[in-house]
């Protein structure tokens, strides 16, 4: 399949944000399941980082078994679009990591990298990293009504053929700066789909963004970053509580909604620098620090 022409050109942070994600697929007979993940690179410095797809631990569920696809990369270092490679991944459980504290887990991808290498394939993949996850202090700076952008695979609402995601778009329910019921969380208001946990939620300003804190009305640049990882769903109860749950994996009208649990249209999303914390927890695996990178997130 021919690449467009406007493809030569640099990718905009919109069209980055395509090849950073990543559909989970988990094989089952009777109930197959599904959910998104990211790319991303822990440790990253000076060449050197700890690949692995981020998602939430209970989109890999107990599941040994799971497949994704790479979009592959043409002689020019872009998407060749339409031409995917599958991966199958075997003894799942052992191959990954989950968080101790929250919904969120890691796929270790060195292995799966070397031997792609060795059968000369080449995936074109985005990874971001450390430096798009704001410090406290960026957090404090952004307003409690931000607009907000997530790219997963919701239901069977995405581009199989092209391997392609489909983007949401939204505000924060809650300010991203202030822990949602004292937990490193936050709500954004938009409908979180079955298969859409584990979705990264980015901030993405191209061109220029509006700063409320700032004296000027209008910054001239981009403004990237990644907020949050979605998790779950807020729902209303028959006893009029308002709890929240996890993202469906599976795609069913009970999976939507029940007698009992009323959407509220609102998901929930895990503070993004909660993924840092996967930096201390490899060093107790035997993985190290790069020479001259620091640690955000402490031992």
């Not at 995917?84 to 003894?91: E, G, L, R």
């Not at 695979?153 to 489909?166: Q, S």
């Not at 409320?212 to 949050?228: D, K």
């Not at 209303?236 to 939507?256: D, H, I, K, N, Y």
Request: proline content about 8%; glycine content about 6%.
């Amino acid at each position: 399949m021919a690449t467009p022409a406007h493809r030569q050109a640099k990718l905009t942070l919109s069209e980055q944000m395509m090849y950073c994600t990543v559909r989970l697929e988990f094989p089952d007979p009777k109930t197959p399941r599904y959910g998104t993940g990211f790319f991303y690179s822990l440790f990253e410095h000076n060449g050197l980082s700890v690949p692995c797809i981020v998602t939430n631990s209970h989109v890999f569920g107990n599941s040994d078994e799971m497949q994704f696809k790479f979009t592959l990369k043409d002689n020019n270092n872009l998407p060749k679009i339409g031409n995917n490679h599958i991966i199958t991944v075997n003894n799942l459980q052992k191959a990954i990591i989950k968080h101790p504290d929250v919904d969120l887990a890691i796929l270790p991808l060195a292995d799966i990298f070397n031997n792609l290498n060795q059968t000369g394939v080449s995936p074109f993949t985005v990874f971001l990293n450390e430096a798009v996850i704001p410090t406290q202090a960026q957090y404090q700076a952004l307003s409690p009504i931000e607009n907000v952008t997530t790219a997963g695979y919701p239901g069977n609402l995405w581009d199989d053929t092209n391997n392609l995601p489909t983007f949401h778009r939204g505000y924060t329910a809650t300010p991203p700066y202030i822990d949602f019921k004292g937990r490193r969380e936050f709500l954004v208001d938009f409908a979180t789909w079955p298969g859409a946990s584990g979705s990264p939620m980015f901030l993405m300003n191209e061109g220029s963004y509006h700063d409320p804190r700032s004296n000027s009305a209008l910054n001239i640049g981009s403004r990237f970053f990644l907020l949050g990882v979605v998790y779950g769903v807020a729902v209303q109860e028959v006893t009029g509580a308002v709890v929240l749950q996890q993202a469906p994996t599976v795609f069913t009208q009970t999976a939507m909604i029940s007698a009992s649990n009323i959407p509220t249209n609102l998901g929930a999303c895990i503070r993004a620098d909660r993924i840092l914390e996967f930096e201390p927890l490899l060093l107790t695996k035997g993985f190290s620090v790069p020479p001259g990178y620091t640690m955000r997130a402490k031992p």
